[in-house]
């Protein structure tokens, strides 16, 4: 496809558990974002991967938080042991460089955590 | 402290009139400034990008401006129409901040009335 995709869309979990969550970029891109976003608030930074490298995981909220790029190209974020804090929705988006530059959204993943 | 501000959270506006929204930021020195379009359920998609050295960019029916002393972009929709309803949401990236992720305003959520 030509755009960012991600999967699930919806993703319903007990507090407690774990889930993962994956991100395919735009083919070629270099740089992949992760971000969540709450109810009426804008996208908020979670972690930032050049190719296979995670340059900045400033913005992930816990350790509880995991994310990887192991070829470059597809990416999953994990969250671990979820909490009810954690329901949002997850955006990934790519862009062609690091800076300067458009990014591109998927649709992103919506996480309730009961 | 760093705030980015989108001063309304709602616009309500006949169509065919302009459609003017506000970003000011605080404490930030951004590079550039980006406005992105959310539709509901949807992720955001890149419309405009300004650069810092850059006063107005204009595309199609949309006029971004960029004041560094103001600290302000403005958005502008000309002659609006019922589709362009939507949550306008702006962008920035701050010079020392990570490389290529952005700050994002709560956004202004448009209503264009027929």
């Known amino acids: 496809g030509a755009g960012v995709s991600q999967s699930p869309r919806y993703k319903v979990a007990k507090r407690g558990q774990d889930v993962a969550l994956r991100c395919d970029p735009i083919s070629g891109h270099v740089s992949l974002f992760w971000y969540q976003q709450a109810l009426g608030q804008g996208p908020e930074f979670l972690t930032y991967f050049q190719n296979e490298a995670q340059l900045d995981k400033s913005g992930l909220p816990s350790d509880r938080f995991f994310a990887e790029r192991p070829e470059g190209s597809v990416s999953t974020l994990k969250i671990q042991r979820t909490q009810q804090e954690d329901s949002a929705v997850y955006l990934c988006a790519s862009s062609l460089e690091w800076s300067n530059q458009p990014q591109h959204f998927g649709d992103g993943t919506r996480l309730s955590i009961l | 402290s760093q705030k980015i501000e989108q001063n309304s959270e709602a616009l309500n506006i006949q169509e065919g009139k302009t459609a003017t929204l506000t970003c000011n930021y605080t404490?930030?020195?951004?590079?550039?400034l980006q406005w992105y379009r959310q539709d509901p359920g949807r992720g955001p998609v890149f419309l405009l990008l300004?650069?810092?050295?850059?006063k107005e960019k204009r595309k199609e029916r949309l006029k971004v401006t960029f004041d560094t002393t103001l600290k302000q972009s403005l958005f502008h929709i000309t002659a609006s129409q019922p589709a362009d309803s939507a949550t306008y949401l702006c962008a920035l990236q701050n010079y020392g901040g990570s490389q290529g992720n952005l700050i994002f305003g709560k956004g202004t959520k448009l209503s264009v009335k027929p």
């Open positions: 404490n930030y020195s951004p590079a550039y």
């Open positions: 300004i650069r810092e050295n850059e």
